[in-house]
């Protein structure tokens, strides 16, 4: 199985940026994609971004799209959200997840998923 850890959360203010990281280890020989997910306090998990293994194919929200970019070096087992223009509404909890296969929007078809960390976006 794939294990994940995410790091990079904190406060910004409105139309600052941001930069979240995911490390990955374990059974990292499988081809695997990976999203970035974020929830809100009593909503359901939001897709935000996802890429496939060789980093190739990129899907983003429709609110994230052309504000948030995610990337991937299987090198150094590592996914970035850098996140900029941020918005209020933007404030949750950013989960970094994985599953063996291509790349979908839906969390349930992701199996793992990291401990979170909580970006705050306000003046």
């Known amino acids: 199985q794939v294990h994940l850890v995410e790091s990079g959360g904190g406060e910004v203010q409105p139309g600052g940026s941001m930069t979240l990281s995911c490390a990955f280890s374990g059974r990292t020989s499988d081809e695997f994609s990976m999203a970035w997910f974020r929830q809100v306090l009593g909503k359901e998990r939001e897709f935000v971004a996802t890429?496939?293994?060789?980093?190739?194919?990129?899907v983003y929200s429709d609110i994230v799209k052309g504000r948030f970019t995610i990337s991937r070096d299987n090198r150094k087992q590592t996914v970035e959200l850098q996140m900029q223009n941020l918005r209020p509404e933007d404030s949750a909890v950013y989960y970094c997840s994985a599953r063996y296969g291509s790349t979908t929007t839906l969390p349930s078809q992701y199996p793992r998923w990291g401990q979170g960390t909580r970006v705050t976006v306000s003046s």
């Open positions: 890429v496939s293994y060789g980093g190739g194919r990129k």
